[in-house]
């Protein structure tokens, strides 16, 4: 049928858009539960992951440690591409440091909840992870503009 809303340009611009900000806050309830309300050593994965670790001598918390650097990144990506209006458009301007402070917000989140469990501890250096994945995927996130061939 002509002229049907649902059928417009307009309407499935929008509705990907609405896509990627559910999927960023569908990301942000991962993160959150993962990080605040699960307790790793019940997890058999997790204790599995540290039984390895400890014969190849390693630091059992590298398990633990190396669950923030992706998920961050994750997390980054989803909402650079919510902020840009899709996931290889250019991040600039203020969509930019809005991107950067939401990150270094969402990064401190979850410690800062640890902090008032008690089964859970709050780490700087997982800050420090959490911002470090983030902002290593902003670095490397490939846009419109970077993907044409310099000539």
């Known amino acids: 049928m002509q002229g049907d809303a649902l059928s417009t340009p307009s309407h499935g611009h929008a509705a990907r858009g609405l896509l990627r900000w559910l999927c960023l806050a569908a990301c942000s309830g991962w993160i959150l539960f993962a990080t605040v309300l699960l307790v790793p050593k019940n997890s058999r994965v997790f204790r599995c992951s540290v039984s390895l670790c400890k014969r190849l001598g390693l630091s059992a918390t590298l398990p633990a440690k190396v669950f923030h ?6 997390w980054a990506w989803l909402a650079a591409g919510a902020l840009a209006s899709g996931y290889r458009r250019e991040l600039s301007g203020r969509r930019a440091v809005v991107c950067l402070l939401a990150l270094a917000l969402f990064a401190l989140l979850p410690e800062a909840l640890q902090a008032l469990t008690r089964f ?16 290593g995927c902003l670095l490397v996130r490939p846009t419109e503009r970077s993907a044409q061939p310099i000539s």
């Open 69 to 74: 650097f992706p998920a961050y990144a994750a």
């Open 120 to 135: 859970r501890h709050a780490s700087l250096f997982d800050v420090g992870i959490n911002l470090a994945g983030g902002s």
